[in-house]
């Protein structure tokens, strides 16, 4: 026999511990955020797994932009820890950042370069040199569509252009975790949907973590949803769950939801 | 490190992509020629650079807070402080970055006043060490003006009150040491504490490195100014960005 019993299960044991450690990419522990008197988000914890795209749903207001900011190590929490990747985001904030792609609320971008040195200025700042950055720039600018852009200033581009650009900055090392606050917020329906099958392409080996208050982005590309108001987790299910259990369309299943706290 | 290279690169990249940098140049180089000539420098009779160096603390008071009030209040104002910080950036590295961005940007504009050591060579024969030694000061002093410029950059979102509040630091600065002022000073003060505010003015520094000798406490001071306000910028920043 050429390897022992024991020692196969052992190895199986193993691969399947590191799988499951590899598996949660992001992990929430009662995260909280007061601005003043407002409880901006109040306590969370939730987990993702890798291979996952979870809709971060919610009223305007509710919470969803600063638990991203504190994910992102924006903000810093008043209490409460998460680990992104295996760093902790207060302890090791730059390594958080290093590992994710973070697309900010209505894509702010440097208005006066053009895209082209912009992207080198973020390449610059995420440490992608010489061959690297050739590679990331032509695998990342035609899979966001900025070819024809590329060499105008930011200030120039439509709404739709920016957000792409916007994408491009948190795709560009190939992060393993993302974080997207209302990516598709203030686009066409074409570009919307161009997002989104950008998004989706790209779900099976990332971990994907969306804001949205659009009900239909949740159904075309998250597994998983988070209904959150005033700071607090109402509902963490799936989309289909969900309309089963409340027996309608998911629009009614989140106004019936965040009506009960307001 | 490398965030601090990346901001730097594109800070000092950025001034000259815009019409910021050659507004900029060309009304201070035309205000430092201008000023040094009509202050009397061929009546003087003199080679040296006297009549130029002088009248930098005054310029400088409104030309510095006028490059620094963009670098952290834009930033905020657009939301791309929020791109910024997310990327594998400390505050420290950016406001390190984008301060010698800044800086460098000033010694670039005292450079292009090379015309005027030039002149006074052809002129005369111009002790050159004062005229170092008086590059060296502009520069330093041009560096503690732009450290209270991104202080107030950092403290307001509006660029037009970080401007004038830096202006106004700087100038309570510079004016603290005016002959005038110290004159004035001395009729309500004790003698003690005029020559302590005195030390503690930019002018009076500034004139000491002018008569050609570089003095530990004149770069220490300077150093002091430059350190602290940049201190208190990464404090003020770390504590508002969000806001």
């Known amino acids: ?262 | 490190m490398n965030g601090f290279k990346a901001v730097f690169k594109r800070e000092l990249k950025g001034y000259f992509a815009t019409p910021v940098a050659y507004v900029f140049l060309v009304i201070f180089l035309f205000f430092a020629g201008y000023l040094t000539f009509k202050n009397g420098f061929f009546e003087l009779r003199q080679a040296d650079m006297r009549s130029f160096f002088v009248n930098l603390p005054l310029l400088f008071v409104f030309m510095v807070p006028s490059t620094a009030m963009r670098l952290w209040a834009e930033e905020r104002k657009t939301g791309s402080i929020e791109l910024l910080l997310t990327l594998p950036i400390t505050v420290n590295q950016a406001v390190l970055g984008k301060f010698f961005a800044a800086w460098c940007f000033l010694a670039i504009a005292l450079l292009l006043t090379i015309p005027v050591p030039i002149t006074v060579c052809y002129l005369g024969n111009p002790d050159m060490g004062l005229i170092i030694a008086g590059y060296i000061g502009s520069l330093f002093m041009a560096g503690a003006f732009l450290a209270i410029g991104s202080f107030f950059s950092a403290l307001s979102k509006n660029q037009v009150i970080s401007f004038i509040l830096a202006v106004v630091a700087s100038a309570i600065l510079v004016y603290a040491g005016m002959p005038t002022t110290m004159n004035y000073l001395s009729s309500i003060m004790p003698a003690g504490l005029v020559s302590a505010i005195g030390t503690m003015s930019l002018q009076i520094h500034f004139e000491s490195i002018l008569r050609g000798a570089i003095q530990l406490s004149d770069v220490a001071y300077f150093l002091i100014l430059i350190v602290g306000w940049i201190s208190a910028c990464s404090i003020i920043l770390d504590e508002r960005k969000a806001n």
């Open chain 1, 1 to 262: 026999m050429r390897f022992k019993l024991p020692d196969f299960k052992s190895l199986c044991f193993g691969f399947c511990m590191k799988l499951l450690m590899e598996k949660i990419m992001i992990s929430v522990k009662k995260l909280r955020r007061t601005f003043g008197p407002i409880v901006a988000v109040d306590d969370i914890s939730f987990d993702v797994d890798k291979g996952q795209v979870l809709g971060f749903l919610g009223p305007n207001g509710a919470g969803k932009s600063t638990a991203m900011k504190m994910l992102a190590c924006f903000l810093v929490p008043d209490s409460g820890t998460a680990t992104v990747n295996g760093h902790d985001i207060i302890t090791a904030p730059i390594a958080v950042r290093q590992s994710i792609g973070y697309l900010a609320e209505n894509a702010p971008l440097y208005n006066e370069m053009t895209v082209a040195s912009f992207l080198n200025f973020v390449c610059d700042a995420r440490n992608i040199r010489g061959k690297d950055r050739k590679q990331a720039l032509d695998k990342i600018v035609p899979s966001c569509s900025i070819e024809s852009v590329y060499h105008q200033t930011i200030d120039t581009l439509s709404k739709g252009y920016r957000r792409r650009v916007g994408l491009a900055q948190a795709l560009i090392h190939d992060p393993d975790v993302l974080i997207l606050d209302e990516p598709t917020d203030g686009l066409d329906p074409n570009q919307k949907y161009e997002v989104r099958q950008l998004i989706s392409n790209m779900a099976k080996e990332k971990c994907i973590l969306i804001s949205t208050h659009i009900l239909e982005e949740v159904e075309a590309i998250c597994d998983r949803t988070i209904i959150i108001a005033k700071g607090n987790i109402l509902v963490d299910s799936t989309p289909s769950d969900l309309k089963q259990k409340y027996h309608g369309s998911l629009e009614e299943v989140f106004r019936g939801i965040t009506k009960k706290t307001a």
